[in-house]
Structures are given as C-alpha cells and as structure tokens.
C-alpha cells in the first residue's frame, strides 16, 4: 500500500506506454516487502532537463532512462560511473543525497545474461552486427571481459567510428563484407541491430553463413526470422530477454541496495 513513507521510483521514456519495467520492478519490491512504487514518466525530449531537476525535487529514489533520453540526459547529471562515461550513455539514476549519478547497466547485464548460458567471451572471437547504441554497450562489456570483437553495419562510418572509440581498451576490427572465410574464425554472433522487431524486416545477415557451430545472440524479442534460422542450422541460440531483466536486476540493486529477486522478476516479464 502506497503511503508516506512509499520511494518513488520511475522511468523516463517517449513513448512509455508499451514499458514492462513497472510490472516487474513492482513485482520484486512486493516480494521483498519493500515499500516503494515504480512509476512510468512519458517525458518529451523539451522537457528532460526540467524532468531530471524534478528527481532531486520530488526526492525519488531514482529513475530508468530510455529511449530517447539515454545520451541527452548525461549533460544534466552530477557524476557518471565508468560503464556510463565510457558507452556515452545512461539508463539508471540514483539520487543519493540530492546527487544524481548515472550509470549503465546494459553492458553488465548483457555478460551476465552470456554467463547464465554458460558462454564466456574471454578470449573468443565474437561479430557485431550493428554499430548504435546497444552496440555500444555491447562492445564495452565484451572487450572488458578479453574478448575479440569484429564490427560490421550497413553504413560503415559508423563501425568505424565505435572502433576508433574503444579501440584502446582491447582488440575491434570492422569487417567490410561478410564472408565465410570471417564466419570461420568467428565463435559468437551477436545481432545488436533492431532487425528482426517486425517479421518483414530484412535478416542483418546471410543464413547461408551460420555454422552449427556458431552461438547466436539477438538483442531482438521474441524470437525472430533469423533466431529461427541460426537454431535450424543447429546453433545455440539465445534471446534479448535475458540481458533485459539483468540490466534491471542490475538498476534493482543500485536503488535499494539488496540483491534483486531475479527468478521472481523473470517469472513476471515472461507472463
């Protein structure tokens, strides 16, 4: 029950109305018997810097940013965290004490969600299709853990401007044209394009080029054409939702301090 002593935590975003976080935030702080509420915003590109004042007015615990707010809302915060600082880019707020700080949990929970499959990227071979913002986060978490990433997108300026970004934290190569001299050396494949989020969509790659061999991860949910591909072929095959509840699980902790009730969180957002 909501009362005066409830914290208020929300999320940022335009459009928000399709937004499960509030289902399963509200989910875990029950279980936990925590008394705080999360609360969807739809805030509007004009208003975000009034609306991040309004945290530290309205005293709320934090909030979730996400599209389009996550780089825009960087230049209206006090302190950024590593992840935040490095990827450009911020989708959890923590007010502590009248302090905003920014964090980015994409990155950590898209290499929980590879551990929990029991896929390590230390070492291995790993391509990137797409080069924007979840690429971004992407690359960071992978070349952290000593992976070895190729980067290949449409408009080619773009992968180059993410390798010579990151390229001093660890080894990112673009790759021009796709080929299966590359898909040889290649362990894991990685969709970070939005390909695949409407059935007509073309597929950011060549079926022909998979290898049962190969493990296949999409950003993209549900399941999409080329998922339906890679686990024909015979590859292991993982979906977007596992990096979706750890980068929330992730946010869970920042805010309240207590580990995040995972199988209860997972249990909601699949229903």
């Known amino acids: ?43 509007k590109r004009e208003q975000l810097k009034e609306a991040v004042q309004a945290i530290k007015a309205l005293n709320l615990i934090g909030v979730n940013i996400t599209v389009p707010h996550k780089e825009a809302v960087i230049k209206y915060l006090d302190e950024l965290s590593e992840e935040a600082r490095y990827i450009e880019a911020v989708n959890t707020i923590l007010n502590e004490n009248g302090k905003l700080i920014g964090f980015n949990t994409d990155a950590k929970g898209f290499i929980i969600s590879l551990q929990k499959e029991k896929v390590l990227v230390k070492d291995k071979s790993i391509l990137i299709l797409g080069a924007g913002g979840a690429a971004k986060a ?15 997108n449409r408009t ?32 894991i494949i990685i969709n970070a394009t939005s390909l695949g989020l409407k059935e007509r969509d073309p597929m950011p790659l060549n079926p022909s080029l998979l290898k049962k061999e190969h493990v296949f991860y999409d950003i993209v949910y549900p399941e999409t054409p080329i998922m339906r591909e890679a686990k ?13 509840l ?4 992730l946010a869970f902790e920042i805010w309240t301090s207590k580990p995040a009730p995972v199988k209860v969180m997972k249990k909601i957002f699949k229903k």
């Open 156 to 187: 080619i300026s773009k992968a180059y401007k993410i390798r010579d970004y990151f390229i001093g934290i660890g080894k990112i190569e673009v790759i021009e044209k796709l080929d299966n001299e590359l898909m040889e050396k290649i362990q």
């Open 138 to 152: 992407i690359v960071y978490g992978i070349l952290k853990e000593g992976g070895n990433i190729y980067i290949f």
């Open 1 to 43: 029950m909501i009362n005066g002593k409830t914290k208020i935590i929300g999320i940022f975003g335009d459009p928000i109305e399709h937004t499960l976080s509030p289902i399963m935030h509200n989910a875990a702080f029950k279980h936990l018997k925590l008394n705080y509420c999360y609360v969807p915003f739809n805030v």
């Open 232 to 244: 024909k072929i015979g590859c292991k095959t993982i979906g977007g939702l596992g990096m979706l």
């Open 246 to 249: 750890w980068q929330a699980a």
